[in-house]
């Protein structure tokens, strides 16, 4: 059974630090594009950052130079490290695996940034 586990959200106060994770089972993780999204009420979900099977990776504008996505295949993980947090980035954060039509979703960590 494919599934991702996301951990590491909460509330944190503007200008401060998240790192999130996110653990991969049931599938060959080394193979997959790995991606953050976010999402708040009435939005669409949208990409924050992502790390392709070789490493490449890429990030919203919003969140260049303030964020790092990373992966480590040993572990079947990746992590998105958040730092100068705003309160627009207060969202549902959501892992996601990528294969060719295959897409899984993990259930998604809270992240409040408020003071």
């Known amino acids: 059974q494919v599934q991702l586990v996301e951990s590491g959200g909460g509330l944190v106060q503007p200008g401060g630090s998240l790192r999130l994770s996110c653990a991969a089972s049931?599938?060959?993780?080394?193979?997959?594009?790995m991606g953050w999204y976010r999402q708040t009420p009435g939005k669409q979900r949208e990409l924050v950052a992502g790390?392709?099977?070789?490493?490449?990776?890429n990030y919203a504008d919003s969140v260049k130079g303030r964020f790092t996505i990373s992966r480590d295949n040993a572990k079947n993980m990746v992590y998105l490290q958040m730092n100068s947090l705003k309160p627009e980035d207060t969202a549902v954060y959501f892992c996601?695996?990528?294969?060719?039509?295959?897409?899984?979703w993990g259930q998604g960590t809270q992240v409040t940034v408020s003071s």
């Open positions: 996601n695996a990528g294969l060719l039509h295959l897409s899984v």
């Open positions: 049931g599938l060959t993780f080394r193979v997959y594009d």
């Open positions: 790390i392709s099977s070789g490493g490449s990776t």
